[in-house]
Structure formats: structure tokens, C-alpha cells
């Protein structure tokens, strides 16, 4: 949680000219930012996020995430609207960063999911998944399998350090995953990165989905695979049945899983998991000094592989037919 | 900068539970809080900041800041006013930690101020100074001239390692300003810590006074000194004698000094720039490891001190008949 970069009234108030969306009102640095800086901006013309993207996010990759925030917001689709400045450009430049301003949306994280909950994200994946449909850019999943041996290279020696056997499992999974992945699925569009800290309910409604930052091009059906592994595990490791099939059911609600989607479940579960975990470690094991944010434990991940070596197929996440 | 208290959304359901301030929309940490834990809360009634009070502030002494803020926003000054829950009160806990909702104020603190800023300043402190004029709860000056020694007393071996002859000056002043502090001038509420971070503009207008956790009883013309301290200075050090000249006659157009705090202005000025200086020195001798917070800077007003060490009379501030 941080603002890693300072903006002066005067830089913010040059920065708005360009904009249609009124005079200054306030604007607050909001904490919860990892990777990028973001503001709380209240205008005379309503309230915006304003966003300052730090070196993390590459900036060939801005153009899609602001396009494919259009995009979905112009299908109806509840997630943060770009706001074009007078050049018609969504993407400025504010304090030597590329920076961008969205439309501010209500609602709140849910730190303890029930089925409810669930069931109300897998509609809404599903509405994402089916709004990206033409949406005409590419980007390819930085972070699927071809990335994670380059990832464990990094932090394989130390692995068996943050969790006994740790190294020795990767290695097994990794292979094992190398192997299977499975290819041709249907796909398209996915958001890659829906943790609960990035959906948003009012009281029992989902009310929006935001952090499009990691979205790519990748198969439907890993991002359900994602969103399995963050909502419905307790830190503890023990999977929710009940959650993953309420997920799972109202994510068919709207768009049904293929035969080959659910054959492959186990495995795209498996591979999320230890996407994550991967991730997870090599930030853990580089934590800078002075860093303003607490890095994610990777155990967490490490036990949720374990239940996802044992699941025999998907009714194991609790899908029926 | 930093939010060291998490709130659950369920923990916040339940609090706000004891308010009449509609179901909860939004809520976000604000990264600037230095002292607490501040989040942007929107709910149906509207938008408000809530406050968790982390354990520098004296429990003991809430009731008089937020009794305050009710007195002052009740008497028309523009400060951010607390809500009071279906019990009557206006504080509350919430995380095991004593918390507050009040309203939101829009306005933007001004980085580089100008003359007109700190003419708007000035009446601004002035009428703060009325309004609190009838507001019946005391608390003494904890950080007045009786307690500079004992913050010397822990910073004294390592000050001329964070400026060469700051300890000796630092002993020079102290026994100086011990000897010839003023009493007896005129006093009431004084908001002693009016930085620019706590005065909100909104365009070129004051609209609004925040943060009244170090306010206190104490003399009116100490709180005039201490933002001729704050606003008029440049980081190296140099006077803007215009722009105290502005902040003194803004303050007299609403409320005339009397002839002993014009007498009195060159060694207020001197005190509250030693107290900033011993405060900032110890906190900058006392970096926790991992703090969230960037100590500021003692030196900048060792700088400051030296011309008020120089300063004849109140006409050095820009003061005139």
C-alpha cells in the first residue's frame, strides 16, 4: 500500500486543463495501490479515479488496458471508464508518468466470500468474458506456463527456505504442467487477476469489477480457474465445495463450459495456483529494503497445489452437470 | 503516509450500524495520515472521512478534539464535522481502536503558497480564534516552552551529528527562550499545527481548516507564529516578508493584535520554530525499522531559526502599523 509518487496541486491542476471534467475539487492518495499510484479525484464535474503507472507496468502494454476498459464499460459491463482528454487520448503524462484518469466506482471488497458472493462473481466473469468478445486487441499472458520455469529459476534455491520440499514439488508440478497444458481451448479476453480485493459489492450485489492490469489473451476457463483458487480457499488451504460450485454454476448461467473446458479444469486450477505461487516467492524472496508494501505469502499457494494434485476432475471443484 | 489499521467490510457493516448515515457505498485508506488511520467513506448520506486513532494520540484527549470540531463547525468555521452515532456520541471504536466519522471537506492544500494564500490563512486563523472563543473544554500545550528541554534531553548527544552546532544553539535558545517566554498574552483555542497540509483551497478561495489533533489553550499569537513558520519560509531558509506581511494583515483585518503579542512576535516565532526543530529532530533520531512514515527534515527549521535569532522586532515579519 503506497503512493510512490507525489503530485503537486499545481502539476494536478495543469494536468486537468486537458480534461472536460471540471475544476479541482480534492484528491487523496488511496493506499491500497501496489503496483501503480492512485488518487481518490473529485472534480466539479463528479468522482474519478486518477492513476500514475509506476515502472511495474510496462507502457506498451497501457494502450490494452485502457482500450479494453472502454471496451467493456461501452458493452455495459460495471468496471472503471477511461476519460478522454480534449486530444481524444485517454493516456497523459502527469509527473514524468503515464497517467490516466477513470470513473470512480462505489462498492466494497469482500474479505470473507460466501457462495453468494461466488455465484455473483462467476456470472459476472462470465459477462466479461462475453463483453470482450470483439474487442479487437491482443496481449499475450506474460505469465502462463511458457514464463513460470523462468520464474522458479529465480528462486529455486531458496525455495526449500520459505517451505520444506517446496523446490522439489515445482519442479514435479512444473514438468507435470509443461507437459498438459492444455491448448485450443476457447478464449479470449480474461481478467487474470479477479481477487477479491478487485470486485465490488453493494451490500449483496456485485456492483463492479476494476485492476485490469494484468488482463491478456488466454482461455476462458483459466480465469475461472483463477478466480477458484482466490475465492474459494481458506488461507488455511481447505477448498470450499460449495463456493466453487456456486462460482462454477453462475459462471454457466451465463456462458456453459465446453466438454474440453471441464476435462480441463483440474489442470488449469493447478497451473493458476502455481502461477501465483510462483509469483508469490520471487517477490518474497526480494523484498526491498524499505519496502512500502508487505509481500504475499506464497505458502498459501503451496497449499492449495496440494488439494489440486489429488482432484481427480472437476467435480472435485464441485461442478456438476 | 499509511494505513495501519485494516478494516474488514464486515467490521465496517457493523459499525456504521450505529449511524444514521445510510448503507455503505465505498471506502478507501488515504495514504497521507501520519499520526492515524484515515479512509474515504462514502455511504447514502454522503461522503465522509473516518478516522481510527492509532495509539499517538491520547485517548484521554479525544473528546476535547472532537468536542472541538463540533464547536467550531457549529459556530459556521469550515472544519470537518463529526457525526454522531444513534447513542448521541461521536466516538466510537471500531478494531479495538477509538473512531470517528466526520464530513468530508473538498479542497486541495496548496504545496507553494503565495501572498494570497496566506492572506486567506490569516483571517482564516483569526476566525478560528472567535469562534473558539466560547467553547468550554481545556488542554494545556503538551509541546510548549516546559517541554522542549526534555525533548532536547533525548536528542542532545546526537544533534551536531545531524547539523554541526545544533546542540549548542539548541542549549542558547532553550535557556533564551525559557527565560523570556511571554505569559499572560491573549489565548483561548489555538489550532498549533496549521501546516499547509491542514488548509484546503479550492481554487484560489479558503475552504476549509482540517486535523485539529494538536490543537490546544494556548496564547492566539503562538498559532500566528507558528504559521509564519510553516507558510513563509522556503525550504532553504529565506523569509518571504510579503507573504508574512499578507498573513499578518489577514489575520489583524478579522481580529487587531494587541500591543504585547506585537512585542512578543519575534520570540514566538523563535519558540515554535524550536519546537518543530526538537520534535522533528527527535522523531529523525527515532526511525523505526520499516516505518511506513518519512521523518521530516529538523534542519529545515534550524535554518529557520536563525533568522528569527536576528529578527529585531515584528516589523522583520512583515508586520506594520
Chains 1, 2 share one sequence.
Not at 463528479?46 to 511495474?56: D, Q
Not at 487520448?89 to 503515464?98: K, N, V
Not at 489442470?267 to 520471487?282: D, N
Request: hydrophobic fraction near 45%.
Amino acid at each position: 500500500m503506497a503512493v510512490y509518487t507525489e503530485v503537486s496541486d499545481a502539476a494536478l491542476t495543469d494536468f486537468l486543463a486537458d480534461y472536460e471534467i471540471g475544476g479541482l475539487l480534492s484528491y487523496k492518495g488511496i493506499a491500497e495501490g501496489v503496483e501503480n499510484t492512485n488518487f481518490f479525484l473529485h472534480t466539479t464535474g463528479g468522482a474519478y479515479i486518477l492513476t500514475l503507472y509506476e515502472k511495474r507496468v510496462r507502457a506498451g502494454d497501457l494502450p490494452f488496458f485502457i482500450g479494453l476498459m472502454e471496451h467493456l464499460a461501452s458493452r455495459g459491463l460495471a468496471c472503471p471508464q477511461p476519460i478522454r482528454n480534449r486530444d481524444g487520448t485517454a493516456l497523459g503524462t502527469l509527473c514524468d508518468r503515464p497517467a490516466a484518469i477513470v470513473s470512480f466506482l462505489d462498492g466494497v471488497s469482500v474479505k470473507a466470500p460466501t457462495a453468494h458472493h461466488c455465484a455473483e462473481l462467476g456470472r459476472a466473469l462470465a459477462r466479461l468474458h462475453a463483453a470482450g468478445a470483439d474487442f479487437g486487441m491482443r496481449r499475450d499472458n506474460s505469465l502462463s506456463v511458457g514464463a513460470w520455469r523462468g520464474l522458479f529459476d529465480q528462486a529455486e534455491r531458496q525455495a526449500d527456505g520459505v517451505a520444506p520440499g517446496l523446490a522439489a514439488r515445482t519442479r514435479d508440478d512444473l514438468a507435470l504442467l509443461e507437459a498438459r497444458w492444455p491448448a485450443n481451448l476457447p478464449g479470449g479476453v480474461i481478467h487474470a487477476d479477479l481477487f477479491t480485493d478487485n470486485v465490488f459489492f453493494i451490500g449483496d450485489g456485485l456492483s463492479g469489477l476494476i485492476d485490469f492490469y494484468f488482463a491478456c489473451t488466454d482461455a476462458f476457463a483459466y480465469d475461472l480457474a483463477i478466480c477458484l483458487n482466490a475465492w474459494c480457499f481458506s488461507p488455511e488451504g481447505t477448498y470450499h465445495r460449495d463456493m466453487g460450485a456456486a462460482l462454477i454454476a453462475g459462471y454457466e448461467a451465463v456462458r456453459p463450459l465446453e466438454a474440453a473446458e471441464i476435462e480441463a479444469l483440474p489442470i488449469l486450477c493447478r497451473g493458476a495456483a502455481l502461477r501465483f505461487m510462483l509469483t508469490r516467492l520471487v517477490d518474497w524472496l526480494n523484498v526491498p529494503p524499505g519496502a512500502l508494501v508487505q509481500p504475499k505469502d506464497p505458502r498459501e499457494y503451496d497449499r492449495r497445489l496440494s488439494f489440486h494434485r489429488q482432484a481427480a476432475d472437476a467435480s472435485a471443484y464441485g461442478w456438476s452437470r
